[in-house]
């Protein structure tokens, strides 16, 4: 079988390579993997991975979905079932497990950054890590919903839960949390205003009815606040970090909260800590969701209640070529792997 690994750092890392078909794991199954995604996140893995626990080579990917090939006998899957991949491998034991949150698990590991991911044909994967999934759905849109859909879902629905008269503005809204996030915020009913480059994504963003300023004039906090009567957002997502940290504060309303799952552009900006306590501001880390929160997602996602939007598809061998262009300036939607057909299509 076939799958791309990372062997070292740098563009020339990732190889298409044979490998050993996985032996299924004692609590686990094997997948035959349909369709993945690419993220950020891969293309830290292939140009530095500091801070996370992992050796090469490694299976790339840290999306993913298929159908079940092999399970135990007393398994809840049959071979056949289509499941798509909940991205961390939690111990279910520790305190934070037991409470149902997941991603704060003390022996968590993730696809693709701790352990071999989903640019396989074949994946090795804890039964608790898979979720059923309608083989009715568009396979490829499937593929993209384990870290921007999930992580973005935490955040519009989470500790600061969203919904109709709320505003939320979302900085860089071309990415794929932030346009994962105005998708679920606009589900929810909230008011959403984005900000972006442009006229391209512009005029994007306001053909499906968002408000959309551009983060390269001056005066995007004030046409910000002009919006909404000089009283600003509600709740602002920003996984841009520093650059954009201080229009970030800027918009917010008295009371109102700043999400954060990224720092793109560094990771220390001016904490502008007398705004916070005046304007009584908060502000909470993000990163993914728990289980429970990737079900309903997942279930939101097959009735139809949002459509990822697709940018482009590669086949597993030119996974290089997806990184490049996931690095694009005008990319909008995400980049797909196809690896396999479903059974039984001609």
């Known amino acids: 079988m076939e799958a791309v690994m990372l062997h070292e750092r740098g563009a020339a890392g990732p190889r298409l390579t044979r490998i050993d078909k996985p032996p299924r794991p004692e609590d686990g199954v094997l997948v035959r993997m349909l369709a993945a995604s690419v993220n950020r996140v891969d293309l830290y893995m292939r140009d530095s991975g500091v801070g996370i626990t992992h050796e090469l080579p490694l299976v790339m990917g840290v999306d993913g979905m ?31 497990c037991l409470a149902g949150d997941q991603p704060l698990c ?80 606009r589900m929810a009913g909230a008011r959403v205003i984005v900000s972006t480059s442009g006229e ?13 300023v551009d983060y390269r004039d001056g005066d995007m906090v004030k046409q910000v606040l002009v919006l909404t009567d000089g009283e600003g957002a509600d709740l602002v997502i920003d996984n841009v970090g520093e650059k954009t940290w201080g229009s970030s504060l ?22 502008d800590i007398q705004r916070l306590f005046v304007r009584q501001l908060s502000i909470h880390g993000s990163t993914m969701g728990s289980l429970e929160e990737f079900r309903r ?43 396999a057909e479903p059974e039984g299509t001609a």
């Not at 996974?319 to 980049?335: D, H, Q, W, Y």
């Open 66 to 96: 298929g159908e079940v090939l092999e399970t135990a006998p007393d398994s809840a899957f049959k071979p056949g079932d289509r499941v798509i991949l909940y991205p961390y491998d939690f111990c279910g034991r520790c305190r934070y």
């Open 297 to 339: 997602l997942v279930r939101a996602f097959e009735t139809g209640a949002f459509v990822p939007p697709i940018d482009s598809t590669y086949p597993l061998a030119e996974v290089p070529a997806a990184f490049a262009r996931l690095e694009e300036t005008n990319r909008m939607g995400k980049i797909v792997i196809s690896i």
């Open 200 to 212: 391209e994504k512009l005029a994007h963003f306001r053909d499906l009815g968002v408000e959309a």
């Open 106 to 185: 003390l022996r968590a590991r993730i696809f693709g950054e701790h352990v071999d991911g989903t640019f396989t044909e074949i994946m090795a994967a804890p039964e608790r890590a898979l979720v059923r999934l309608s083989p009715a759905v568009d396979i490829h849109r499937a593929a993209t919903l384990g870290v921007a859909y999930l992580t973005a879902w935490r955040m519009i629905f989470g500790k600061m839960a969203t919904g109709p008269g709320r505003i939320v503005f979302i900085q860089g809204a071309g990415g794929g949390v932030a346009y994962a996030a105005m998708q679920l915020a």
């Open 250 to 271: 800027r918009v917010m309303a008295r009371g109102g909260h700043l999400a954060t799952c990224g720092a793109t552009t560094g990771a220390h900006p001016s904490a």
